[in-house]
C-alpha cells in the first residue's frame, strides 16, 4: 500500500480528497509540516483556500518544498495547489513557490465567476495522469483563476471555458490540475491511480 500525504493549509474541506485516496487503496496522513514528508512516497497540495493564506502557510516549509522537487518525490498540486507552483498570482501579493515560470490569472469577466461545474478535457498529447482518460471525459472545477505557464509544453490537456483553460500540467515529477479529480467521477478515479502508481516507483 502507497503511503501519501496531503498538505493543510488550514482551509478544511480535504476529507473528500483523503476519502477518494482511501478508496483507491492509498494509507493517507494530513500534515501540516512538510519536514515529515521523507515519511511519504508522494505529495498532494489540495485546491481549497485562497493564495496568500496558503503560500504563507507553505513558506516556513519552502526550502523542504524545492528539495521535494529536486529529489523527484511525485507531488500532485490540485487547483489552488497547482496555481501555487508558479511565480505569482493574480489573487494575491504574495509570491507563488516559483518551481514553474508562469503566472495565475483571473478569468476574464466576461464569463461567470468563478467558474463551477462539469467541463470537457481537450487531450493535447500523451501524459502519464491522463492515461486511460478518453478524450473529452467530464470533469468538475471550481475556480476563478487560470494558469499562464511560459513553457506551454507542460500542458496536457485544456478545457474549453470560452476561452482555453489549461486543465492538466505535468513536468517530470510535478503534476497539477485545473479541476478537482476527487469530484470528477470515475474519471478523477483514473487519475488519482495513475498518480499513486507514479508513487509506487
Same mark, same amino acid.
Given at each position: 500500500? &502507497?503511503?501519501?500525504?496531503? !498538505? ?8 473528500? +480528497? ?13 500534515? $501540516? ?10 505529495? !498532494? ?14 513558506? $516556513? ?14 507531488? +500532485? ?8 507552483? !508558479?511565480?505569482? #498570482? ?16 483571473? +478569468? ?18 500523451? #501524459?502519464?495522469? +491522463? ?7 467530464? &470533469?468538475?472545477? &471550481?475556480?476563478?483563476? *487560470? ?25 517530470? $515529477?510535478?503534476?497539477? $490540475? ?5 469530484? #470528477?467521477?470515475? &474519471? ?8 499513486? *502508481?507514479?508513487?509506487?516507483?
Amino acid at each position: 500500500m &502507497v503511503k501519501v500525504a496531503i !498538505f493543510d493549509y488550514g482551509a478544511g474541506n480535504i476529507f473528500s +480528497l483523503k476519502s477518494s485516496l482511501e478508496k483507491n487503496e492509498a494509507q493517507v496522513d494530513i500534515i $501540516t509540516n512538510l519536514e515529515k514528508i521523507k515519511n511519504y512516497s508522494g505529495l !498532494f497540495l489540495p485546491g481549497v483556500g485562497n493564495f496568500d493564506p496558503a503560500i504563507k502557510s507553505l513558506n $516556513t516549509s519552502k526550502v523542504v518544498f524545492q528539495d521535494l522537487i529536486k529529489n523527484q518525490i511525485p507531488v +500532485l498540486g490540485i487547483c489552488l495547489g497547482m496555481e501555487m507552483f !508558479f511565480e505569482k #498570482s493574480e489573487e494575491g501579493k504574495l509570491g507563488g513557490l516559483g518551481i514553474l515560470d508562469g503566472e495565475v490569472i483571473l +478569468l476574464p469577466n466576461k464569463f461567470k465567476i468563478p467558474h463551477m461545474g462539469w467541463n470537457n478535457l481537450q487531450i493535447k498529447k500523451p #501524459s502519464v495522469l +491522463l492515461d486511460g482518460v478518453k478524450e473529452g471525459s467530464w &470533469v468538475y472545477f &471550481v475556480h476563478s483563476y *487560470r494558469i499562464k505557464p511560459k513553457n506551454e509544453e507542460i500542458i496536457m490537456a485544456d478545457s474549453d471555458y470560452g476561452i482555453n483553460v489549461p486543465a492538466v500540467i505535468e513536468n517530470q $515529477t510535478l503534476f497539477g $490540475t485545473q479541476f478537482h479529480p476527487e469530484k #470528477s467521477s470515475k &474519471v478523477g478515479s483514473i487519475m488519482i491511480k495513475n498518480f499513486l *502508481r507514479v508513487c509506487k516507483k
